[in-house]
């Protein structure tokens, strides 16, 4: 079988009977039926007023980690990634890996100006570039298991020690940011990654409850890789799923669940018929290419705290032949829709913009993320096919822009997706909101 009938023959939603529903879904989740009236002061309505709405930003984050931000050797390659990135992101996760954040006890880089480190630009710095772009900031991440690249070289091994540290950790991102990032990774991958039992017992349940009493007014989310596909997915007895309850059910604050997806397969394993496509020392199989999997798998965690978040994406090209483009360009097509018409996911979030920036594990230098290819630029800030995907669902076909009059009563009706809005009025603008409450926008000039 074929390299594009291995990856898409479970994925594409036409061939299987799905892109009908997947439209509706978009049609109810993502759109409201607005009626625009324009009014004089006393009330009267105003016929025949120009009307022009464009959408300025969308309700749903469709996101991409900012890892990268002024890291590049020449200003024309650092405006380049913000030209492309702004173009189609509106959410940029804020690098907070603890080895970086704090290399030494006490001694932080957070402030623009720090210490360089490969891939970890200082939160600060990002922050204001971020504003200067109006895109949300996201913070990934508050505490991370994962032995070497989680937890500091300091970290004492003593565990009252170690959870006073993390409490702490948890405090100073508190006490800086919490007016500044509103959604934060507080636990990454507890379900996923190795060093569990060196941790301080249920330091996950005592990091959920108190990001839940520091960050008040912050979307605070569990982020993992397992329990989602494969040998790892059981349903409701998922690890993920457990976890989660386990955190909730003791009195932790988990505003919406992160679910990774990052094909991390070797390019060989795509061509192998067999169900498993990953080696036994990784996360997930075939399934994370099944549209009726996927569809039934988010439907079993929507119900298990507010809302999801798509939250680490990787789609390979690897050696980016013609056809491993197109393949990388119809995955994310059909991926994205599938997360767009599903009402609990609230984001999308890309991992790696541009080929060749991506991570290496210090603790493994085998694992080279880089190999899969797995970025929406080339390495020349080219847009690859599923870049142009995208561009095209985000400010295309998602969008909303048109140019009217008003009627003899003063109104206009659209279906409008959700979002913010500048509406222009007789010369006059107005930023107006939509979103699924929204029947009636009032105009008064």
Not at 23 to 52: F, L
Not at 91 to 99: G, H, I, K, L, N
Not at 243 to 250: E, G, L, N, P
């Amino acid at each position: 079988m074929s390299y594009t009938m291995n990856c898409l023959k479970n994925l594409d939603l036409e061939r299987l009977g799905l892109s009908g529903i997947i439209s509706q879904n978009i049609k109810r989740n993502r759109m409201s039926s607005v009626q625009i009236k324009v009014t004089d002061k006393d009330g009267e309505p105003i016929k025949g007023a120009k009307i022009s709405v464009n959408q300025t930003d969308s309700e749903f984050k469709f996101g991409c980690n900012a890892f990268m931000v002024n890291q590049f050797d020449n200003e024309k390659a650092n405006d380049a990634y913000t030209e492309k990135f702004k173009k189609v992101f509106n959410q940029a996760v804020v690098p907070f890996f603890w080895t970086d954040d704090e290399p030494e006890k006490g001694k932080y880089r957070f402030e623009k100006g720090s210490a360089p480190i490969y891939r970890r630009p200082p939160a600060d710095e990002v922050l204001e570039w971020c504003a200067k772009l109006n895109i949300q900031p996201k913070g990934h991440n508050m505490v991370w298991s994962a032995g070497v690249i989680g937890m500091p070289k300091w970290m004492p091994k003593d565990k009252t020690e170690m959870q006073k540290a993390i409490d702490d950790r948890i405090r100073i991102l508190a006490d800086r940011y919490a007016d500044k990032i509103p959604v934060w990774d507080v636990c990454n991958e507890i379900a996923g990654a190795g060093g569990y039992d060196e941790l301080p017992e249920e330091y996950e349940v005592r990091a959920h409850k108190l990001a839940g009493e520091l960050f008040p007014d912050c979307h605070l989310i569990l982020n993992d890789c397992r329990g989602f596909y494969g040998r790892t997915y059981r349903q409701r007895r998922s690890i993920t799923y457990q976890m989660a309850k386990k955190i909730m059910y003791a009195g932790g604050r988990i505003d919406g669940l992160g679910i990774q997806n990052h094909f991390f397969f070797k390019e060989e394993d795509v061509l192998n018929d067999d169900r498993k496509m990953f080696k036994p020392t990784h996360i997930d199989d075939k399934e994370m290419l099944q549209a009726e999997h996927i569809m039934n798998m988010l439907n079993t965690y929507s119900g298990l705290c507010g809302s999801l978040h798509i939250s680490e994406i990787t789609i390979p090209s690897y050696d980016k032949t013609p056809e491993k483009l197109d393949v990388q360009a119809k995955i994310v097509e059909n991926l994205y829709r599938i997360w767009f018409s599903t009402e609990s996911v609230k984001s999308a979030v890309w991992w790696n913009l541009v080929d060749g920036y991506a991570f290496i594990n210090p603790a493994n230098p085998d694992w080279d993320e880089d190999y899969y290819g797995g970025g929406l630029l080339n390495r020349d800030f080219s847009e690859k096919p599923a870049y142009k995907v995208i561009d095209h669902l985000v400010n295309k076909e998602w969008h909303t822009q048109f140019d009217t009059v008003s009627d003899n009563a003063g109104q206009t009706s659209a279906e409008m997706f959700h979002g913010t809005y500048d509406i222009m009025v007789n010369g006059e603008k107005f930023t107006e909101q939509v979103n699924k409450n929204t029947s009636i926008i009032k105009i008064v000039l």
